[in-house]
């Protein structure tokens, strides 16, 4: 069974910070290099963050030295810390492995139904 599983979202103010799980089916996650994605109002979906299967990283440079992306292979479920927050990282935020899983069942891209972030300034 395809599943991706966010929660952690929320309402914060400028500055503060919020900590993203993801929870993946082994379908999705097993030896992918996974991946935090940001959509925000009237805009495309964005890539913010990855990991590899081996723990190497990559940032977007608009989220660089503010947020973390870690995963727990045993429990298979991606993390994303979100420090010193600013007003245009509020955006509904995906995991998917990377490049985004596609789901030949549902003939399209596999997305969950992301957690929203909201950062008021």
């Known amino acids: 069974q395809v599943q991706l599983v966010e929660s952690g979202g929320g309402l914060v103010q400028a500055g503060g910070s919020l900590r993203l799980s993801c929870a993946a089916s082994?379908?999705?996650?097993?030896?992918?290099?996974m991946g935090w994605y940001q959509k925000a109002p009237g805009k495309q979906r964005e890539l913010v963050a990855t990991?590899?299967?081996?723990?190497?990283?990559n940032y977007a440079d608009s989220v660089k030295g503010r947020f973390t992306i870690s995963r727990d292979n045993a429990k298979k479920t991606v993390y994303l810390q979100m420090n010193s927050l600013k007003p245009e990282d509020t955006a509904v935020y995906y995991c998917?492995?990377?490049?985004?899983?596609?789901?030949?069942?549902?003939?399209?891209?596999?997305w969950g139904q992301g957690t929203q972030v909201t950062v008021s300034s």
């Open positions: 990991i590899t299967s081996g723990g190497s990283t």
């Open positions: 082994g379908t999705i996650f097993s030896s992918n290099a």
């Open positions: 998917n492995a990377d490049p985004p899983y596609y789901s030949h069942s549902y003939r399209s891209v596999y």
